[in-house]
């Protein structure tokens, strides 16, 4: 069966950088979307951005673009999410998701964004806290 598996949350002082990986095992497709979600107490579950592995398109949603950067690590068949210039906003429990029914079209924001329920596949969540 598929797992998901999230690591590298913590605390950080704003400006800073913390980078969060995302490891999926016991698929036998090689390839497929997988994508990072944030979720703050009392609010819906958003989708940060998103990767089709295999592919170099890239999905963000508008809050992050210029500041985060996800990427597939081949060598540790990870999915990282790379956060730079941290903002209090950021803090956010993070859940990272992967489908293999989305196309690489649909995963990149095509012809809409990548949404929570498009995704079946999900991790425990790991917590970034960004301090003023």
């Known amino acids: 069966r598929v797992q998901v598996v999230e690591s590298g949350g913590g605390s950080v002082e704003a400006g800073g950088s913390r980078r969060l990986s995302c490891v999926v095992s016991g698929s036998t497709d090689t390839s497929y979307c997988v994508g990072w979600f944030r979720q703050v107490v009392g609010k819906e579950r958003e989708t940060v951005a998103a990767v089709y592995i295999g592919q170099r398109d890239t999905y963000y949603t508008d809050s992050v673009k210029g500041r985060f950067t996800i990427s597939h690590d081949k060598a540790k068949n990870s999915v990282d999410l790379q956060m730079s210039s941290l903002k209090p906003d950021d803090t956010a429990m993070y859940y990272c998701?992967?489908?293999?029914?989305?196309?690489?079209?649909?995963?990149?924001?095509?012809?809409?964004?990548?949404?929570?329920?498009?995704?079946?596949?999900w991790g425990q969540g790991t917590q970034v806290t960004v301090s003023s």
């Open positions: 998701a992967a489908d293999m029914r989305l196309s690489f079209f649909d995963c990149s924001g095509g012809y809409s964004d990548p949404e929570p329920p498009d995704f079946v596949y």
